[in-house]
């Protein structure tokens, strides 16, 4: 088992592009075994692995519920294909951006196009909380996150939060 480090904001890789997946390898299957680790310890339903550092379009999500059998799905090199004129809202997080949470609305359904572990091309119709998550974390591979939804003073506000928030560390309230 191996946790990593979960990069946030302000950090400057966040912002960056993520780089398509030529061959699924040792490499590759090692980074989402990782991911899931990661992902699972810190509670999180989705991770990009730009979210650990590694700028590659690969992604990890488990929406199912805490009482439920785990779902966990790989995404490697994902396209949206088709998104519904339907749209839904969510209170969002991300593991990027500590303590905000963040109301989006997003296309209901999205219908994706995806390289499975396998090397395999699949496709896949996510609904609700899946279709929520699938475009939150491409959002991820494209340098973009929930605080770009917002007004720049909004975004810078928050971002000045956590910057404070990460110099005390140490602050406990008893
Ligand atoms: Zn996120």
């Known amino acids: 088992m191996s946790i990593k480090d979960i990069i946030t904001v302000p950090s400057e890789i966040l912002k960056k592009k993520s780089e398509?997946?030529?061959?699924?390898?040792?490499?590759?299957?090692?980074?989402?075994?990782?991911?899931?680790?990661?992902?699972?310890?810190?509670?999180?339903?989705?991770l990009a692995a730009v979210q650990v550092g590694i700028l590659k379009r690969i992604l990890v999500i488990d929406v199912s519920n805490k009482d439920e059998q785990k779902k966990p799905i790989s995404l490697i090199n994902p396209i949206i294909k088709r998104l519904s004129d339907d749209t839904s809202v969510y209170e969002e997080g991300c593991l990027s951006i500590p303590e905000t949470f963040i109301e989006i609305e997003r296309p209901k359904i999205c219908e994706i196009e995806y390289?499975?572990?396998?090397?395999?091309?699949?496709?896949?119709?996510?609904?609700?909380?899946?279709?929520?998550?699938?475009?939150?974390?491409?959002?991820?591979l494209d340098g973009k996150l929930i605080i770009d939804h917002l007004s720049k003073l909004k975004k810078d506000f928050i971002i000045k939060k956590i910057s404070k928030l990460q110099k005390n560390p140490d602050r406990v309230i008893v």
């Open 20 to 46: 398509p997946i030529e061959k699924v390898g040792k490499n590759e299957k090692k980074l989402i075994k990782d991911l899931f680790d990661t992902m699972y310890a810190s509670k999180g339903i989705g």
């Open 115 to 140: 390289i499975d572990l396998d090397g395999n091309k699949k496709e896949l119709k996510c609904d609700g909380l899946m279709s929520t998550c699938v475009q939150h974390e491409i959002n991820h």
